[in-house]
């Protein structure tokens, strides 16, 4: 009987009581499904940023350690650090969903050289734009984005660089500690 793995070679599959989603080995070295929470009959795919590969229209994405900042605490004390990027820049995920998804729960970076940035599932807007300026380095705490019963198939969530707050040092930079997916 032949496994997933013979099956789904190059896919990573998250499996729970249902499959929730798969991301392409190039964009992701570790996914981690929670444990089911006892009130939701879904698992929960955790994907750490600083395990992810993503596509960047400019500059380049490493993990940065992030545990020498106290001030808040980042889950694996590490990030994805997008550097190099400028307004109009992109840094875009490809997913490819087996189930449909009713939210992306996720959480970035705050920090005085960080930018403004609009979050775009399939291009089209999650919310307002987030200002990453803060004073501290910080993390803006889970950030939840209905998807309006995002349907099974390819698809693409983006991190698209708006420009900075002003009192922000010039840099735009950009850091991802993790993303959630919720069936």
């Not at 249902?18 to 570790?30: G, I, N």
């Not at 929960?44 to 994405?61: M, N």
């Not at 940065?64 to 992109?90: E, H, I």
């Amino acid at each position: 009987r032949a496994g997933w793995r013979e099956l789904w070679p190059r896919t990573i599959c998250v499996m729970g009581l249902l499959t929730v989603f798969a991301v392409r080995p190039s964009y992701a070295d570790e996914v981690i499904t929670e444990p089911e929470q006892a009130d939701s009959p879904v698992s929960q795919a955790v994907i750490e940023g600083e395990s992810l590969h993503p596509h960047v229209t400019a500059g380049g994405t490493q993990p940065q350690p992030m545990s020498a900042f106290t001030q808040d605490q980042w889950s694996g004390d590490s990030q994805l650090w997008w550097l190099g990027a400028r307004p109009g820049d992109k840094l875009t995920l490809e997913l490819d969903v087996f189930q449909a998804i009713e939210s992306v729960e996720l959480s970035l970076t705050r920090a005085r050289d960080y930018a403004i940035v609009q979050i775009e599932l399939d291009g089209h807007p999650l919310g307002a734009p987030i200002d990453l300026y803060n004073t501290q380095v910080v993390t803006t705490g889970l950030l939840s984005f209905a998807t309006p019963e995002l349907k099974a198939g390819k698809h693409e969530l983006s991190f698209a660089i708006l420009g900075a707050n002003p009192q922000a040092v010039k840099s735009y930079l950009f850091g991802l500690d993790f993303i959630r997916f919720r069936g």
